[in-house]
């Protein structure tokens, strides 16, 4: 046992640095001096230990995500197709069949002809001819997809995915084009369905790409300067003249979502306008070619979150964003400055400028009034409280949580200025305020977005006119971004026609203003109104100046805003509507401006007001939901499939059972004093 042995404890005179042998040739001070080197080593040691630091918490955060999410994935990818289903039966119960299988088992087929005709940002882009800096890209998509582009080459993107500034047309040698077919607009991104689910469901009925048609463009442009640039305009006449003729005559059912609806009410005053303006189809070529338009989410009069995005590139959850992380969207760090290049970029888009509220204060309101005036904010809560209100206070309780929202004021500098008495309001003219010195030429060169040309004196004008309504709104575009109002008023107008008959209305730029047009001469077409209701949707906002900067956009919604009794939320004032577009845009025209014979539909078209009240999915493997009433996430909205199919299939309004109406649409309309 010598190993045992030799492991005695030591005497107590000895240091543990006694147990080692020393070297040969080391004299007892050599061996004193590395016993008193030894200590300092060791606390040399202690300090060098690298110290735990957010850097490396953030790391590991990502990393923990990555491999969550790949872990995710592969499990996602083994498991039976059937599984989620199976789990999700499981907890909700027997799911319902889908509106194509459950028609397909009443006897259901295909008959007319399906058009669609995708929105603003749905439709799918890709690059044809580009810089440098785009090498490789050769139609691969630059707006769609992965998005790829954007993380690798962020500035690259911005460029082409831009327009002139001046013309509105393509920017020297870049040429970005719209996919063509169903694959243009079915997937948003991988996983995020627009009109994939729709497809999915006629295909189920006997549809199939010979009877349906993706009425692709690009969205960017104006209306009118797609068929300018591209011919879209002709592509589409011809594409359902070709599919009426190949379908025994039947007439084809139009689907636009979104701006589309826009879009293809220009396209139905151009198909029968002489040429070389017009198609040339004569004025009965809708009659004979449409059955029914069924607009889906359709902005007709125009959003207010255009106004948002057109004057400071933010809606609600951007200015939630900047408000919660301040600064880092606009600074100058790694040359950021997300918000300006948004901006810049999205000031090149004409088509925005086609959802600008139309009608003025006439439909929107001004200081003191709106059709909207009274709204409550929650609509579960108006339905839950409605006997008590009337039992204990009267009807008029339930109108006065929300007297001191004043809608009509689209933009109030100042929660005091929204709630203010006009009376007390102290307003100086903006118009022709001296805007001051330009920097664009100079440290903002790359981020110009005109408002460094107005200097602040222009800046602090606007802010003391203080509030603006629908119809002062277009004096202030004009007066922040004149390049862009210029080419914007030239293909789009804003106002309530006097006299329809006045040869001045022939300009296309009126034809997608459905208060300054006339709608075909086609009295056995029929026009739905097809939108979500029940969600909380931006109709007026409170700004502030933003803190200065050198490459900044003065100003930004004030998130700090807010008032439970106003629908007043992190500086933005809600209505009811579908998260993007309020009731009164969606459904006023179907309501009572198109309704029976008017001086807008004099031919007495039929039209139907179909709403769908939203409801959340129930858990997250329900997806977005089957009974969604958001602007894209009702694409998915079982109801409004199944009316779709129905009438694609051959039937009418009437046989949908008419108008199906959650809100308060009639009675909003009602208030709105419009020669008709």
């Given at each position: 046992?010598?190993?045992?042995?030799?492991?005695?404890?030591?005497?107590?005179?000895?240091?543990?640095?006694?147990?080692?042998?020393?070297?040969?040739?080391?004299?007892?001070?050599?061996?004193?001096?590395?016993?008193?080197?030894?200590?300092?080593?060791?606390?040399?040691?202690?300090?060098?230990?690298?110290?735990?630091?957010?850097?490396?918490?953030?790391?590991?955060?990502?990393?923990?995500?990555?491999?969550?999410?790949?872990?995710?994935?592969?499990?996602?990818?083994?498991?039976?197709?059937?599984?989620?289903?199976?789990?999700?039966?499981?907890?909700?119960?027997?799911?319902?069949?889908?509106?194509?299988?459950?028609?397909?088992?009443?006897?259901?087929?295909?008959?007319?002809?399906?058009?669609?005709?995708?929105?603003?940002?749905?439709?799918?882009?890709?690059?044809?001819?580009?810089?440098?800096?785009?090498?490789?890209?050769?139609?691969?998509?630059?707006?769609?997809?992965?998005?790829?582009?954007?993380?690798?080459?962020?500035?690259?993107?911005?460029?082409?995915?831009?327009?002139?500034?001046?013309?509105?047309?393509?920017?020297?040698?870049?040429?970005?084009?719209?996919?063509?077919?169903?694959?243009?607009?079915?997937?948003?991104?991988?996983?995020?369905?627009?009109?994939?689910?729709?497809?999915?469901?006629?295909?189920?009925?006997?549809?199939?790409?010979?009877?349906?048609?993706?009425?692709?463009?690009?969205?960017?442009?104006?209306?009118?300067?797609?068929?300018?640039?591209?011919?879209?305009?002709?592509?589409?006449?011809?594409?359902?003249?070709?599919?009426?003729?190949?379908?025994?005559?039947?007439?084809?059912?139009?689907?636009?979502?979104?701006?589309?609806?826009?879009?293809?009410?220009?396209?139905?005053?151009?198909?029968e306008a002489p040429a070389p303006m017009g198609g040339g189809g004569g004025p009965d070529w809708c009659a004979k070619h449409i059955k029914a338009v069924m607009n889906i989410g359709g902005p007709f009069l125009g959003v207010p979150k255009a106004i948002a995005g057109l004057f400071?590139?933010?809606?609600?959850?951007?200015?939630?964003?900047?408000?919660?992380?301040?600064?880092?969207?606009?600074?100058?760090?790694?040359?950021?400055?997300?918000?300006?290049?948004?901006?810049?970029?999205?000031?090149?888009?004409?088509?925005?400028?086609?959802?600008?509220?139309?009608?003025?204060?006439?439909?929107?309101?001004?200081?003191?009034?709106?059709?909207?005036?009274?709204?409550?904010?929650?609509?579960?809560?108006?339905?839950?409280?409605?006997?008590?209100?009337?039992?204990?206070?009267?009807?008029?309780?339930?109108?006065?949580?929300?007297?001191?929202?004043?809608?009509?004021?689209?933009?109030?500098?100042?929660?005091?200025?929204?709630?203010?008495?006009?009376?007390?309001?102290?307003?100086?003219?903006?118009?022709g305020a001296v805007k001051g010195h330009s920097v664009a030429n100079t440290t903002c060169r790359d981020v110009w977005t005109e408002y460094h040309d107005m200097g602040p004196g222009g800046i602090k004008a606007v802010a003391e006119y203080k509030v603006y309504t629908a119809e002062s709104i277009l004096d202030l575009l004009h007066f922040v971004a004149p390049k862009m109002m210029t080419r914007g008023t030239a293909h789009f107008s804003y106002g309530i026609a006097?006299?329809?008959?006045?040869?001045?209305?022939?300009?296309?730029?009126?034809?997608?203003?459905?208060?300054?047009?006339?709608?075909?001469?086609?009295?056995?077409?029929?026009?739905?109104?097809?939108?979500?209701?029940?969600?909380?949707?931006?109709?007026?906002?409170?700004?502030?100046?933003?803190?200065?900067?050198?490459?900044?956009?003065?100003?930004?919604?004030?998130?700090?805003?807010?008032?439970?009794?106003?629908?007043?939320?992190?500086?933005?004032?809600?209505?009811?509507?579908?998260?993007?577009?309020?009731?009164?845009?969606?459904?006023?025209?179907?309501?009572?401006?198109?309704?029976?014979?008017?001086?807008?539909?004099?031919?007495?078209?039929?039209?139907?007001?179909?709403?769908?009240?939203?409801?959340?999915?129930?858990?997250?493997?329900?997806?977005?939901?089957?009974?969604?009433?958001?602007?894209?996430?009702?694409?998915?909205?079982?109801?409004?499939?199944?009316?779709?199919?129905?009438?694609?299939?051959?039937?009418?309004?009437?046989?949908?059972?008419?108008?199906?109406?959650?809100?308060?649409?009639?009675?909003?309309?009602?208030?709105?004093?419009?020669?008709?």
């Open positions: 046992m010598p190993l045992i042995r030799r492991r005695k404890p030591s005497e107590p005179s000895k240091t543990p640095a006694s147990d080692s042998k020393p070297q040969k040739g080391t004299s007892e001070g050599e061996d004193e001096d590395d016993k008193n080197k030894k200590p300092p080593l060791k606390s040399k040691k202690l300090e060098e230990k690298p110290r735990w630091s957010c850097v490396d918490s953030c790391c590991w955060f990502i990393g923990c995500v990555c491999v969550t999410w790949w872990v995710l994935l592969f499990l996602y990818n083994a498991m039976p197709a059937s599984f989620p289903q199976y789990v999700t039966e499981a907890i909700t119960g027997p799911l319902p069949d889908p509106p194509g299988e459950k028609l397909r088992k009443e006897g259901l087929t295909a008959k007319h002809p399906v058009v669609f005709v995708p929105g603003i940002v749905t439709g799918g882009l890709e690059l044809w001819e580009g810089h440098q800096c785009a090498e490789g890209l050769f139609r691969k998509r630059l707006w769609g997809g992965t998005f790829g582009e954007v993380y690798k080459r962020p500035l690259c993107w911005v460029e082409h995915m831009s327009l002139d500034n001046e013309t509105g047309l393509d920017p020297s040698s870049i040429r970005v084009r719209p996919v063509t077919g169903l694959v243009a607009a079915d997937y948003f991104a991988p996983g995020y369905f627009v009109w994939a689910v729709l497809i999915a469901n006629l295909a189920r009925i006997g549809y199939e790409e010979k009877t349906m048609y993706m009425a692709a463009y690009d969205w960017r442009l104006s209306f009118q300067n797609t068929e300018v640039r591209d011919q879209t305009l002709r592509h589409i006449k011809s594409h359902i003249e070709l599919m009426v003729a190949t379908n025994g005559g039947k007439r084809a059912v139009v689907i636009p979502h979104s701006m589309g609806v826009l879009y293809f009410l220009h396209f139905m005053k151009w198909v400071s590139a933010e809606a609600k959850d951007i200015a939630v964003a900047r408000a919660i992380a301040p600064g880092f969207l606009e600074n100058d760090k790694f040359s950021l400055q997300t918000l300006q290049y948004v901006m810049k970029m999205s000031r090149t888009w004409d088509s925005t400028m086609s959802m600008i509220p139309k009608g003025g204060d006439t439909i929107w309101g001004d200081l003191d009034w709106s059709p909207e005036d009274g709204y409550v904010c929650s609509r579960k809560r108006e339905k839950s409280n409605e006997t008590q209100i009337v039992r204990e206070a009267g009807p008029e309780s339930a109108v006065s949580q929300a007297k001191s929202a004043n809608y009509g004021r689209i933009i109030s500098f100042g929660k005091e200025v929204a709630e203010a008495p006009s009376s007390e309001i102290e307003r100086i003219d903006f118009r006097d006299n329809l008959d006045d040869p001045k209305y022939q300009h296309y730029k009126y034809w997608s203003n459905p208060l300054e047009t006339k709608l075909p001469n086609a009295p056995e077409m029929e026009i739905f109104s097809l939108y979500g209701v029940g969600i909380p949707t931006e109709r007026a906002y409170v700004y502030k100046l933003s803190p200065g900067g050198e490459c900044y956009i003065p100003f930004q919604i004030d998130t700090s805003a807010d008032d439970d009794n106003s629908c007043l939320r992190d500086g933005v004032y809600s209505v009811d509507g579908d998260e993007t577009v309020p009731v009164l845009s969606s459904g006023f025209m179907c309501a009572k401006g198109w309704r029976g014979k008017t001086r807008f539909n004099p031919s007495g078209l039929r039209t139907y007001i179909r709403e769908y009240s939203h409801s959340p999915p129930a858990n997250l493997l329900e997806g977005r939901g089957t009974q969604s009433g958001a602007h894209v996430d009702m694409m998915g909205n079982f109801a409004l499939i199944e009316d779709i199919i129905r009438v694609a299939a051959g039937a009418s309004g009437e046989d949908l059972g008419g108008d199906q109406v959650y809100s308060d649409i009639f009675k909003w309309s009602d208030k709105i004093d419009l020669q008709l």
